[in-house]
């Protein structure tokens, strides 16, 4: 049984990124596929889906500052989108029952809620794989995201407890303790190097928060989140969320399967389904509006509403409680599973293009901007420094050091991590936050003082992105950009790409000549 789904998995995942859709997508198919010639799921997969969630709030809560998630536009967001979606999706339902359309006219007021509720949440899943597949998780648009997320799966929560009657037991208030403790934890982080052990510490403290969290009956999955942001601002957070990007995205599939095996639709099931995708354009409208009134800038509105536009897999979560109590039938379990995959599909395809349909329709989408921007989304520019390096990771920090010694007071770094700039500001190092991707940025740069521009970014994609939209505000300075191997070397530099080093060669170059320093004359002499 186990190779069966790893081969259909493998077939569809491979038969999807064929037609440039995401391989999840082929995931969610070769479930169907699996159910409808007679597999049932086993404890395999199951165990692989709670593993792949608990793993994936853990590495959110890496990557989250506390900071984030009390922002106006975050918990206002949040919490009056959810507000509206309740209040008008339920007034759409009763209409609904008056088409008499079949499976909506048996359902009552408290079912109508239910399942408005359920589908108020957007897919943590879904997002947070788009926004890594884009690299554009630490971006303005991806942080509100990931933020609204983390309050709509908050709210998830509160309503199981209240639901199931479970609510934290009276040792819950020990977790505290964890604040004492924390300087010992660290320590003992700090000890455990860069090898094989540093994804097993990442196990340790998803895994081992899961537990904790569930022993005072708090759901485990929120515990792995928050013990992740309690941890984030460790300098080793980023090193084990990288360590486990691989097993995630691996135990990801098993919840990409375990949708499928939710129970076999009838064509009329299929039919209320794509009734309730629907609705994705009025929870983007909210969403649009409701940052746009919060004074966001119009792209990241748009992106994020775009994003969040698809059904959650909490919500089959609260579905699948609700059939058990006997407060939703069964049949609709199935309709919002359906109905869940169909919008994972459609956002994962509409997302590919969304940059592309930015530039194309700007000035509608900027129309209902505010005239005042968030003092976040303002940016000031050197004004005499003409390189600029952006993505100031591993590779940016080298050639900033590097450049700093040969040119100083001519190079400043940007990147889209603010926490990143804030920490590269302490140590004296010129940085900025800004979005690179972002055609808004480009238009408040003044191009004509930059000279040379370095994309130190481990995306091709991104690296496309930002040269289309320097093409686009007519930049006329010279472009270079990295690459881990040949065919992608080949492709910037038909895109337009001035100069595109190869990652491993170049690291092979630099470690050559300074080497050569050690090499005395008297040594060649010898040889």
Same mark, same amino acid.
């Given at each position: 049984?186990?190779?069966?789904?790893?081969?259909?998995?493998?077939?569809?995942?491979?038969?999807a990124?064929?037609?440039?859709?995401?391989?999840?997508?082929? &995931?969610l198919? #070769?479930g169907?596929?699996?159910?409808?010639?007679g597999?049932q799921a @086993?404890?395999?997969?199951t165990?692989?889906a =709670?593993?792949?969630?608990?793993?994936?709030?853990?590495?959110?809560?890496?990557?989250? %500052?506390? *900071?984030?998630l009390?922002?106006?536009?975050? !918990?206002a967001?949040?919490l009056?989108?959810?507000?509206? !979606?309740i209040?008008?999706?339920?007034?759409?339902?009763?209409l609904f029952?008056?088409m008499?359309?079949?499976?909506?006219?048996?359902?009552?007021?408290?079912?109508?809620l239910i /399942?408005?509720?359920?589908?108020?949440?957007?897919s943590?899943v879904?997002?947070v794989k788009?926004?890594?597949?884009?690299?554009?998780l630490?971006?303005?648009?991806?942080?509100?995201?990931?933020s609204i997320?983390?309050?709509?799966?908050?709210?998830?929560?509160?309503?199981l407890?209240a639901?199931?009657?479970?609510?934290?037991?009276?040792?819950a208030?020990l977790?505290?303790?964890?604040?004492?403790?924390k300087?010992?934890?660290y320590?003992?982080i700090? %000890?455990?190097g860069h090898?094989?052990?540093?994804?097993?510490t990442g196990f340790?403290?998803a895994f081992g928060?899961?537990?904790?969290?569930e022993?005072? =009956?708090i759901?485990?999955?929120?515990?792995?989140?928050?013990?992740g942001?309690f941890?984030a601002?460790?300098?080793k957070?980023?090193?084990?969320s990288?360590?486990?990007?691989?097993?995630?995205?691996?135990f990801l599939?098993?919840f990409?399967?375990?949708?499928?095996?939710?129970?076999?639709?009838?064509?009329?099931?299929?039919g209320?389904a794509?009734?309730?995708t629907?609705?994705?354009?009025?929870?983007?409208?909210l969403? &649009?509006?409701?940052?746009?009134?919060?004074?966001?800038?119009?792209?990241t509105?748009?992106?994020?509403?775009?994003i969040?536009?698809n059904?959650?897999?909490f919500?089959l979560?609260?579905?699948?409680?609700s059939?058990?109590?006997?407060?939703?039938?069964?049949?609709?379990?199935?309709?919002l599973?359906?109905a869940?995959?169909?919008?994972?599909?459609?956002? %994962?395809?509409l997302y =590919?293009? #969304?940059?592309?349909f930015? #530039?194309?329709?700007k000035?509608?989408i900027?129309?209902f901007?505010? %005239?005042?921007?968030?003092?976040?989304?303002?940016?000031?520019q050197?004004?005499?420094a003409?390189?600029?390096?952006? $993505?100031?990771?591993?590779?940016?920090? $080298?050639? &900033?050091?590097?450049?700093?010694?040969q040119?100083?007071?001519?190079?400043?770094?940007? +990147?889209? @991590?603010?926490?990143?700039?804030?920490?590269? *500001?302490? *140590?004296?190092i010129?940085?900025?936050?800004?979005?690179?991707?972002?055609?808004?940025? !480009?238009?408040?740069i003044?191009?004509?003082?930059?000279?040379l521009?370095l994309?130190?970014?481990?995306?091709?994609?991104d690296i496309? *992105? /930002?040269?289309?939209?320097l093409?686009?505000? =007519?930049?006329?300075?010279? /472009?270079?950009?990295?690459?881990?191997? +040949? +065919?992608?070397r080949e492709?910037?530099?038909?895109?337009?790409?001035?100069?595109v080093?190869?990652f491993y060669n170049e690291?092979?170059?630099?470690?050559?000549?300074?080497s050569?320093?050690?090499?005395?004359?008297?040594t060649?002499d010898?040889?």
């Amino acid at each position: 049984m186990d190779f069966i789904w790893i081969l259909f998995a493998f077939i569809c995942g491979i038969a999807a990124k064929t037609v440039s859709l995401p391989p999840s997508i082929g &995931y969610l198919l #070769a479930g169907f596929l699996l159910h409808f010639i007679g597999f049932q799921a @086993d404890d395999t997969i199951t165990e692989l889906a =709670n593993l792949g969630i608990t793993l994936m709030l853990f590495t959110i809560g890496l990557k989250l %500052n506390i *900071n984030d998630l009390i922002k106006t536009e975050v !918990w206002a967001g949040s919490l009056t989108h959810t507000s509206l !979606w309740i209040l008008i999706g339920t007034i759409l339902f009763k209409l609904f029952l008056l088409m008499s359309i079949t499976f909506f006219s048996d359902l009552t007021l408290s079912t109508s809620l239910i /399942i408005v509720f359920a589908l108020s949440f957007s897919s943590t899943v879904c997002v947070v794989k788009l926004l890594e597949d884009h690299g554009e998780l630490k971006t303005r648009h991806g942080k509100l995201a990931v933020s609204i997320l983390v309050m709509q799966d908050v709210m998830a929560v509160l309503f199981l407890v209240a639901a199931t009657g479970k609510f934290p037991s009276y040792w819950a208030g020990l977790l505290l303790l964890l604040f004492l403790i924390k300087p010992l934890i660290y320590k003992l982080i700090d %000890n455990v190097g860069h090898g094989e052990l540093i994804p097993l510490t990442g196990f340790f403290l998803a895994f081992g928060s899961y537990e904790l969290f569930e022993l005072v =009956n708090i759901k485990g999955d929120l515990g792995a989140l928050l013990i992740g942001m309690f941890f984030a601002s460790h300098n080793k957070a980023s090193e084990i969320s990288k360590s486990l990007l691989s097993f995630k995205d691996l135990f990801l599939i098993g919840f990409f399967l375990s949708i499928g095996f939710t129970a076999l639709p009838t064509w009329e099931m299929l039919g209320i389904a794509a009734i309730l995708t629907l609705l994705l354009p009025l929870k983007f409208i909210l969403f &649009y509006f409701l940052f746009l009134k919060l004074r966001l800038r119009g792209r990241t509105a748009y992106l994020s509403a775009l994003i969040l536009s698809n059904f959650s897999e909490f919500g089959l979560i609260v579905a699948s409680l609700s059939t058990k109590e006997g407060w939703l039938p069964k049949e609709w379990l199935v309709i919002l599973s359906l109905a869940v995959t169909l919008s994972f599909i459609i956002t %994962n395809i509409l997302y =590919n293009y #969304a940059h592309v349909f930015f #530039a194309r329709y700007k000035s509608g989408i900027k129309r209902f901007e505010h %005239n005042k921007k968030l003092k976040e989304d303002s940016f000031v520019q050197p004004c005499d420094a003409p390189i600029v390096i952006i $993505g100031m990771g591993r590779v940016g920090m $080298g050639a &900033y050091t590097a450049l700093a010694e040969q040119v100083p007071n001519l190079i400043w770094g940007l +990147d889209a @991590d603010k926490s990143k700039v804030t920490w590269l *500001n302490k *140590n004296n190092i010129r940085a900025y936050n800004g979005d690179a991707e972002d055609s808004d940025f !480009w238009e408040n740069i003044q191009l004509e003082r930059l000279e040379l521009i370095l994309l130190a970014l481990p995306s091709v994609q991104d690296i496309m *992105n /930002i040269t289309t939209q320097l093409k686009a505000a =007519n930049y006329h300075g010279k /472009i270079a950009a990295i690459a881990r191997f +040949d +065919d992608e070397r080949e492709k910037l530099q038909e895109f337009g790409v001035d100069k595109v080093f190869n990652f491993y060669n170049e690291a092979g170059v630099g470690f050559a000549n300074e080497s050569l320093s050690l090499f005395s004359p008297t040594t060649k002499d010898a040889v």
